[in-house]
């Protein structure tokens, strides 16, 4: 089981990348936070495909036999972090013994071979994103990148994180804020 987030904790929360935050591999990327403490923050970007891989690519590099209820999932960059490890974010309803981080009441995260064979069975998550790679911060790295305005934190809704228009995304988290993503300027400061 996952721990329970603290007050100050973006666990189960959005990050929203503003422009010019100075990292192309960030630029316009919405990442869903699955872990965050005063050591350690861990997320996965939820609006980058992976260059055309597919779902069924993976299972049949890994050997799993896909049945007739299995969906072709988007295969997703979720970070520049063990870019070759596959995670599952997905909603609550589904768990896998005790390899399951439970995020909160709406998404957990799964990270082991068992996942993907309930997917290809059809027996997996009623929602699923499948990601390559993860968002990694060190203690205090996260704090320092939103005092210096390169993230804007949200809610996140499952609707938006499971969205498959992923182009979208990004426009659609800034407009949870009340914020038009025309009207950001890349050099924004602190007043």
């Known amino acids: 089981?996952?721990?329970e987030p603290d007050s100050l904790s973006l666990q189960g929360k959005l990050l929203i990348a503003m422009p010019g935050m100075g990292d192309p591999r960030?630029?316009?990327?919405?990442?869903?936070?699955?872990?965050?403490s005063a050591?350690?923050?861990?997320g996965l970007?939820?609006?980058k495909p992976a260059g055309g891989l597919r779902f069924r690519d993976l299972l049949d590099q890994l050997k799993i036999a896909p049945g007739t209820d299995c969906a072709d999932l988007k295969?997703?960059?979720g970070g520049p972090v063990e870019h070759a490890r596959g995670f599952v974010l997905h909603s609550?309803?589904?768990?896998?013994?005790?390899?399951?981080?439970?995020?909160?009441d709406r998404f957990g995260m799964t990270a082991t071979?068992?996942?993907?064979e309930d997917m290809a069975r059809g027996a997996g998550p009623e929602r699923a994103m499948m990601m390559l790679g993860y968002a990694g911060w060190g203690?205090?790295?996260l704090e320092r990148e939103i005092a210096q305005n390169g993230w804007l934190t949200a809610e996140a809704g499952e609707d938006l994180v499971f969205s498959p228009d992923d182009g979208g995304k990004w426009a659609r988290a800034l407009a949870t804020l009340g914020i038009d993503p025309l009207l950001l300027s890349a050099s924004a400061g602190h007043a």
């Open 1 to 3: 089981m996952g721990q």
């Open 26 to 36: 960030f630029e316009k990327s919405v990442v869903f936070m699955c872990a965050h």
């Open 39 to 42: 050591g350690e923050a861990m």
């Open 45 to 47: 970007i939820v609006n």
């Open 75 to 77: 295969v997703h960059f």
């Open 92 to 104: 609550s309803d589904y768990a896998s013994n005790s390899s399951t981080l439970r995020i909160d």
């Open 113 to 116: 071979l068992d996942v993907l």
């Open 139 to 141: 203690p205090g790295q």
